[in-house]
Nanobody, 120 residues
Framework: QVQLVESGGGLVQAGGSLRLSCAASGSILSISDMGWYRQAPGKQRELVAV???????KYADSVKGRFTISRDNAKNTMYLQMNSLKPEDTAGYYC??????????????WGKGTLVTVSS
C-alpha cells in the first residue's frame, strides 16, 4: 500500500518562502511523474508544477520564476520551493505521484494536502 504525506505548509508573510515536501512510503518499485496541485477556497484544483520522469518541468504561469519543483529519488520525496509568496498563493497544496508498486498495478496517488496561508 502506497501513501503520500505532505509537510511544510504554514503561515507566512507576503514575500516570504516555504518549502513543501511530499514523501511516498510503502512497497514502491518506481515513481515516474510527480506534481504539485493547489486548491483555494471556492476554486477548482489547479496544476502548480510537474516534474516528469525524464527530468522536464512545467509550471503554472502564476508561479513561474518563484516556485521550483525537485525530487530526491533515493528518498521517494518531492519538494516545492516557494519564494516571493503572494496572498493569492494561499491554498491547500496537494502532491501527486504516478507510482509503480512492487505488487504491480501502476496508478496515480494523492496526498491529503498541506495548507499554505500567505498574509498581506
Amino acid at each position: 500500500q502506497v501513501q503520500l504525506v505532505e509537510s511544510g505548509g504554514g503561515l507566512v508573510q507576503a514575500g516570504g518562502s516555504l518549502r513543501l515536501s511530499c514523501a511516498a512510503s510503502g512497497s514502491i518499485l518506481s515513481i515516474s511523474d510527480m506534481g504539485w496541485y493547489r486548491q483555494a477556497p471556492g476554486k477548482q484544483r489547479e496544476l502548480v508544477a510537474v516534474l516528469l520522469s525524464g527530468g522536464s518541468t512545467k509550471y503554472a504561469d502564476s508561479v513561474k520564476g518563484r516556485f521550483t519543483i525537485s525530487r530526491d529519488n533515493a528518498k521517494n520525496t518531492m519538494y516545492l520551493q516557494m519564494n516571493s509568496l503572494k496572498p493569492e498563493d494561499t491554498a491547500g497544496y496537494y502532491c501527486n505521484m504516478f507510482v509503480v508498486p512492487r505488487t504491480g498495478g501502476a496508478m496515480s496517488y494523492w496526498g491529503k494536502g498541506t495548507l499554505v496561508t500567505v498574509s498581506s
